[in-house]
Every structure is written in C-alpha cells, then in structure tokens.
Nanobody
Framework: QVQLVESGGGLVQAGGSLRLSCVGS????????MGWFRQPPGKERGFVAA????????AYADPVKGRFTISRDNAKNTVYLQMNSLRPEDTAVYYC????????????????????WGQGTQVTVSS
C-alpha cells in the first residue's frame, strides 16, 4: 500500500501559478504510475494529468495542455503538478492517485484504474 498526501493548494488570482505536491509513503513509490484529478464544485471528478512510474510518459487533459506540467522525483517519493496561467475554471479540489503497473511506461486517465488516493487539496482561482 501507499499513503498519499497532497499540499500546495490555495487561493491565487487568474494568471497566477501554483505547484502542487503529493508525497507517498509506504511501499516503494517508484512502482506506481501517478495521476492528478480534480473535482470542481458540483461536478464530477475528472482527469488532469498522469505520469508513468519511470517518468518517461506523461499525459494531459486538453483544458490544461500547455499550462500544467506533471513531474516526479522518485528519490523524494513525490509527484508534482506545476500549474501556470491559472483560470477561474481551474478552481477545484485536486487529488493525486497511484496505481502500480508492470510496464514502466504505462499510465491511465481513468479514475477507476487507480487504487490509492490522497485527501485532496483546494485550489481556488479568482477572476
């Protein structure tokens, strides 16, 4: 098992930046592909970005392409989500998630594929 704890959320003006972090503890972090998902107020949880366990592959939802960057540091058991050019529609609770894959380059954009979830961190973007 792995326990995930997100941090770095907060209130920011439109056009600003935030960096979210997700620290994993427990089983070896490097066996897990990681994903970021978000849940806006009154809406379902949706995919934001994913990274393979090796870091060799990344994927992004269309609304965040070119603005958000996912990365990981397996030595620090941490995955990051750098968010630039934030918009009010990025307001949501952001969750990190983990799932182990045999394939070091595998990733998933489906929430149901992930076994472990953090508690979430609130991001609010004001206009």
């Amino acid at each position: 098992q792995v326990q995930l704890v997100e941090s770095g959320g907060g209130l920011v003006q439109a056009g600003g930046s935030l960096r979210l972090s997700c620290v994993g503890s427990g089983r070896t972090f490097s066996v897990y592909a990681m994903g970021w998902f978000r849940q806006p107020p009154g809406k379902e949880r949706g995919f934001v970005a994913a990274i393979s366990r090796s870091g060799g592959n990344t994927a992004y939802a269309d609304p965040v392409k070119g603005r958000f960057t996912i990365s990981r540091d397996n030595a620090k058991n941490t995955v990051y989500l750098q968010m630039n050019s934030l918009r009010p529609e990025d307001t949501a609770v952001y969750y990190c998630a983990a799932r182990s894959f045999l394939n070091a380059l595998a990733w998933s954009n489906k929430a149901n594929d992930y076994n472990y979830w953090g508690q979430g961190t609130q991001v609010t973007v004001s206009s």
